[in-house]
């Protein structure tokens, strides 16, 4: 059984890495882009780039990668259902490390003109998949409640004066556990 393919796969092989940055400038294609809109659950992917710098460590085997990305999404109102047209930037710092030195201490510093990054990411220790990782923080970049312009969320009002209500139980003004109680009180 093999692995799916991302839908946005650029493989940059570790070896070609030394201490000083590799960059590479990548540009997803229009049918690249329709499959991660599909997969993100997005109207549309009408433009996605991103600049990622990878830098190998002499020792523990750590490569840093360094990215922004920029994209024009349409993603869907969450009250309305119409599109929402967004410009994504972001930047990220991405660290990874060899598998099999995943159990003993990473023996590497990090100086202090780079990025800290979370733990680091376990790789075979031969490539690593950029645009794999440039698809995974546009999904973190995106807005997760998208809102048409002049959307407004519907709120029912508990009426305090009406008989037999929440709101009237717990008297106006009441703390929201106080209407909790209440509404627990009927079952």
């Given at each position: 059984m093999s692995a799916a393919v991302p839908e946005f796969s650029r493989i940059v092989t570790v070896?070609?890495?030394?201490?000083?940055p590799h960059v590479e400038?990548?540009?997803?294609?229009?049918?690249?882009?329709a499959a991660l809109a599909r997969r993100?659950?997005?109207a549309a992917i009408d433009r996605l780039t991103a600049t990622v710098a990878l830098t190998r460590h002499e020792t523990g085997g750590?490569?840093?990668v360094r990215g922004d990305l920029t994209a024009d999404v349409v993603q869907t109102c969450v009250i309305t259902g119409q599109p929402v047209p967004a410009a994504v930037a972001d930047g990220f710092v991405a660290g990874?490390?060899?598998e099999d030195r995943l159990d003993g201490p990473l023996d590497v510093e990090i100086g202090p003109e780079e990025d800290p990054f979370d733990?680091?990411?376990?790789f075979d220790g031969r490539a690593i998949d950029v645009g794999e990782l440039v698809a995974q923080y546009l999904s973190l970049a995106l807005d997760p409640y998208p809102r048409a312009s002049g959307a407004v969320l519907e709120t029912a009002a508990i009426d305090p004066a009406a008989e037999g209500s929440a709101g009237a139980a717990a008297g106006e003004g009441s703390s929201p556990f106080a209407v909790l109680a209440t509404l627990k009180g009927r079952g």
């Open positions: 070896d070609r890495l030394g201490t000083a400038t990548l540009a997803a294609s229009p049918a690249e882009c993100f659950a997005l750590l490569v840093m990874f490390v060899p733990d680091p990411e376990p």
